[in-house]
């Protein structure tokens, strides 16, 4: 019987294992990041049709949103993270909102934070009606975000099987 012996196996094991977390990167990162651009300018025009109201809100008669300012905070804030593996195959990118905007109070001596703001924007608080603006982008922008990964994906593997 005939017996085939790589010499160095283990480096070269080891270079197509680099080869293929490039490979992953590359490709899948493309695609996650474009559809991550696609939701999150949908969430940017859905953050323009929130709306606003600059006077206080009281449990009897709430605020129909936030303030004009608080809202232009939300649009300047929002941002995707860098691309993330959770360790079991997952490549994962968050959209969200970040720092803080200019309105300082006692409390909030840096500004409010934008997370906070967004998160009583979208679920409402006892003084200010919901408005759930993220919801609403995330499920307007799926179909779309999705047609975009697969199409992305497909296309990078086109070109690199045409490369080889």
């Given at each position: 019987?005939?017996?085939?012996?790589?010499?160095?196996?283990?480096?070269?094991?080891?270079?197509?294992?680099?080869?293929?977390?490039?490979?992953?990167?590359?490709?899948?990162?493309?695609?996650?990041?474009?559809?991550?651009?696609?939701?999150?300018?949908?969430?940017?025009?859905?953050?323009?049709?929130?709306?606003?109201?600059?006077?206080?809100?009281?449990?009897?008669?709430?605020?129909?949103?936030?303030?004009?300012?608080?809202?232009?905070?939300?649009?300047?804030?929002?941002?995707?993270?860098?691309?993330?593996?959770?360790?079991?195959?997952?490549?994962?990118?968050?959209?969200?909102?970040?720092?803080?905007?200019?309105?300082?109070?006692?409390?909030?001596?840096?500004?409010?934070?934008?997370?906070?703001?967004?998160?009583?924007?979208?679920?409402?608080?006892?003084?200010?009606?919901?408005?759930?603006?993220?919801?609403?982008?995330?499920?307007?922008?799926?179909?779309?975000?999705?047609?975009?990964?697969?199409?992305?994906?497909?296309?990078?593997?086109?070109e690199i099987m045409e490369g080889d």
């Open positions: 019987m005939a017996t085939i012996q790589f010499k160095r196996g283990d480096e070269y094991l080891a270079k197509i294992a680099r080869l293929e977390a490039s490979l992953k990167s590359q490709v899948l990162g493309e695609a996650i990041y474009g559809a991550a651009g696609i939701v999150a300018d949908e969430i940017r025009s859905s953050l323009e049709r929130i709306p606003t109201d600059e006077g206080y809100g009281t449990r009897e008669s709430p605020t129909r949103g936030p303030t004009a300012y608080q809202v232009r905070g939300l649009a300047d804030s929002l941002g995707i993270a860098s691309m993330q593996d959770d360790g079991t195959g997952y490549l994962n990118v968050k959209i969200g909102f970040d720092g803080y905007n200019g309105i300082k109070t006692q409390r909030w001596p840096n500004g409010q934070p934008n997370q906070m703001v967004a998160r009583s924007v979208e679920s409402g608080t006892t003084w200010m009606k919901k408005n759930p603006f993220v919801r609403k982008a995330v499920t307007a922008s799926r179909k779309r975000a999705l047609e975009y990964m697969k199409d992305s994906v497909d296309r990078s593997i086109e």
